[in-house]
């Protein structure tokens, strides 16, 4: 069974950084591609960036340059560093695990992330 449980969210004032990690369980973590989501109140869940099996990162366009996605199949966990942190970066961050074999994806709950302005 897969699970994803995401730390690091909390409270960050507007110029700040946070860092969140997602820890995978229950799959071969290697063969996974990995992502960031956001969801703000009202908005629907978009993308902030991925990092494929293989290393392959992508990003958002309002995240570029501030934000970075990293992986480490040792420990079988995915990064997202937050810097230069912006109000309208407030969102509930999930973590997202897709498998590269037959594209079947898996979801964590969420981490919340508000920024203060």
């Known amino acids: 069974q897969v699970r994803l449980v995401e730390s690091g969210g909390g409270l960050v004032q507007s110029g700040g950084s946070l860092r969140l990690s997602c820890a995978a369980s229950?799959?071969?973590?290697?063969?996974?591609?990995m992502g960031w989501y956001r969801q703000a109140p009202g908005k629907q869940r978009e993308l902030v960036a991925t990092i494929s099996s293989g290393g392959n990162q992508n990003y958002a366009d309002f995240v570029k340059g501030r934000f970075t996605i990293s992986r480490d199949n040792t420990k079988n966990a995915v990064y997202l560093q937050m810097n230069s942190l912006k109000p309208e970066d407030t969102a509930v961050y999930y973590c997202?695990?897709?498998?590269?074999?037959?594209?079947?994806?898996?979801w964590g709950q969420g981490a919340q992330v508000p920024v203060s302005s």
């Open positions: 997202n695990a897709q498998n590269s074999r037959n594209s079947r994806q898996s």
């Open positions: 229950g799959i071969i973590f290697s063969i996974y591609n």
